[in-house]
């Protein structure tokens, strides 16, 4: 079990090389992985995942927050085409509200051809998650381990880049050494789920992981420049990470630091610590503690207890309550669960 849950720990910071699809990762030692179609070299994959959340000050309120598909097509034995397009919060129901239906509804989520010379080097060209950090590679519903991300996950750097990147993987003294770097010269490709857009941006992260005995260690770096689409400003953002596996627990963690060069606006950074225990066979607790800085107000802590539950191959089960010492943006105390149906 630990040697697969450490193989998340590799592809999370690997995505170049894994696409960062679940068709390559592991929930409770059980492999999800699409369809093939015949012989045509296509491969399907899908989700759905809908939401309930049960929130102080806030009505309840039920939600198909995303339904996802996934496209793979091998066109060469070095040249693949990938593609996922998502429904994004359909409907809703809310308390007091009825059923509503969605503004934004059809989302471009990534669309991308990666060519691979070589076993150790990647070349991608189109849209694709930046290769910040742990969480935003595998930030899809049936990857993560709790219903909403940490606050650092979403709003210190651009979440999609469209342009280029290159990525190169290889092992020195029994280290794993991964480095991406990346570019973007023009808007995102369509709407994305994106909180926070980038009309241009430069940037890379390097990573490193190692066993040590029963435990595997992995930290990481990144860095990226980019030009703020809500508002035309230059910002930057830093970050490092951690993740270890030992004895069946995952446990991870980011910081990150972001500011405007322009307009003398005020730098934010924020951090989480976060682990997954196993509990028995398809079941995890999980526990989160999270700090955020943001450019005003003052500083906002939180924290997670929930329990992740993988019954059967297709199906995962979350269930988190969040603390906080004051409501802020998706942290806001109360219930949240999801129900992840996946292929």
């Known amino acids: 079990m630990a040697a697969l849950i450490a193989l998340l720990s590799v592809l999370s910071a690997s995505s170049m090389a894994a696409g960062a699809e679940w068709s390559e990762t592991t929930w409770g030692g059980e492999v999800s992985r699409g369809w093939d179609v015949g012989d045509s070299n296509l491969w399907v994959g899908g989700y759905l995942n809908n939401k309930l959340e049960v929130l102080e000050g806030e009505p309840n309120s039920f939600s198909l927050a995303d339904v996802g598909v996934l496209l793979r097509y091998q066109l060469t034995p070095t040249i693949s085409l990938f593609n996922e397009t998502d429904l994004d919060e359909s409907l809703t129901w ?14 471009l989520e990534r669309l991308y051809a990666d060519w691979q010379p070589r076993p150790d080097l990647t070349l991608r060209v189109g849209k694709f998650l930046t290769p910040f950090g742990l969480w935003n590679v595998v930030r899809r519903a049936p990857l993560t381990w709790t219903v909403e991300p940490p606050l ?8 999609h880049i469209t342009g280029a990147a290159v990525g190169f993987q290889t092992t020195l003294s029994h280290w794993t050494l991964d480095a991406t770097a990346y570019g973007q010269a023009t808007d995102e490709l369509y709407a994305g789920a994106s909180d926070t857009v980038a009309s241009g941006a430069g940037g890379g992260r390097v990573s490193a992981g190692h066993l040590f005995g029963p435990a595997y260690v992995e930290l990481g770096a990144s860095g990226v420049g980019w030009v703020n689409a809500a508002n035309g400003k230059w910002q930057d953002g830093f970050g490092g990470d951690f993740a270890c596996t030992a004895g069946g627990n995952y446990l991870q963690g980011e910081i990150a630091y972001g ?67 004051r409501n802020f943006e998706d942290l806001n105390r109360g219930f949240v669960a999801s129900i992840v149906l996946f292929f």
Not at 94 to 107: A, D, H, I, K, Y
Not at 288 to 295: I, N
């Open 152 to 159: 650092i996950a979403e709003s210190l750097f651009p979440d």
């Open 259 to 325: 500011r405007q060069l322009t307009g003398g606006a005020s730098p934010n950074w924020g951090l989480y610590v976060q682990d997954a225990v196993p509990v028995f066979d398809g079941l995890w607790g999980v526990l989160r503690f999270e700090h955020f800085d943001p450019q005003t107000g003052p500083s906002v802590n939180g924290g997670l207890v929930g329990l992740a539950w993988r019954p059967l191959p297709w199906v995962l089960l979350k269930a988190d309550y969040q603390l906080t010492n």
């Open 94 to 107: 809310e308390e007091g509200s009825g059923v509503q239906v969605g503004s934004r509804v059809l989302l």
